[in-house]
């Protein structure tokens, strides 16, 4: 079946240092995968940080970017300058395209911002 | 604002017992899924519905119901609560987008812990 493997456990980095959260999958069906990342903050549900849904393009949001490169099957997570505010779990998924419904996560990445 | 509440955010139960697990949406969305995630786990599928009476089997069906009497409310069952059961349950729904794929709005979880 398909799988996502991203950076494990936590990652500490400093306020206003560059991050970057490693991603990879593996997909079983047809055709390239939907790729997302979401985030959860403490006490909230995961919320969609950014999606991709075109082989080779970028997404952004909230000053974070993630390049789908179907050659390296990966979808890293990378922002220049993270805020004490990003602070949070994020988490990498994919999903078959034309099988919305069948979201596949990773474990899950843990970022503290020291201030 | 679009929101996913679940209640309780809290449950102790014990082995054997019966446990409801309530989700209410307010999106307007058609589809609604349920996650458990565990340490070391990614978020792990376990039931979804399509819409109002409809349930489907997701990943990790075994030990749970589901339930979707109405647009807005999905509702997860554990008819004999066992401790392997313990886990932060997710409760989304989900709205189709490009390519196919779901994005999802998530609850802030629940923690169930079976004694």
């Known amino acids: 079946g398909d799988s996502v493997t991203q950076t494990e456990g936590q990652v500490t980095v400093s306020e206003s240092k560059s991050l970057i959260i490693n991603c990879t999958y593996s997909?079983?069906?047809?055709?390239?995968?939907?790729l997302f990342w979401y985030v959860r903050y403490p006490g909230e549900g995961l919320q969609l940080l950014l999606k991709?849904?075109?082989?080779?393009q970028k997404g952004s949001s909230r000053g974070f970017e993630a390049t789908y490169n179907k050659e390296a099957t990966s979808f890293h997570l990378q922002k220049a300058s993270v805020q004490e505010s990003d602070s949070a779990v994020y988490y990498c998924?994919?999903?078959?395209?034309?099988?919305?419904?069948?979201?596949?996560f990773g474990t899950g990445t843990s970022l503290l911002v020291d201030p | 604002e679009a929101a996913v509440t679940q209640s309780p955010r809290n449950k102790v139960a014990v082995t054997g017992g019966k446990v409801t697990l309530s989700c209410n949406q307010t999106n307007n969305h058609n589809n609604m899924y349920w996650y458990r995630q565990d340490t070391g786990h990614g978020l792990r599928l376990i039931h979804y519905?399509?819409?109002?009476?409809s349930t489907e089997k997701g990943d990790i069906p075994d030990g749970y119901k589901a339930s979707r009497p109405s647009q807005e409310n999905f509702s997860l069952i554990l008819e004999l609560a066992t401790p392997s059961q313990t886990s932060v349950y997710f409760c989304?729904?989900?709205?189709w987008g490009g390519g196919g794929q779901n994005t999802l709005y998530f609850g802030a979880g629940t923690r169930l812990s079976v004694l």
């Open positions: 519905s399509y819409g109002a009476g």
């Open positions: 997909a079983t069906s047809i055709g390239y995968p939907n």
């Open positions: 998924a994919l999903s078959p395209r034309g099988m919305g419904y069948k979201l596949t």
């Open positions: 989304a729904s989900g709205e």
């Open positions: 991709v849904i075109t082989a080779g």
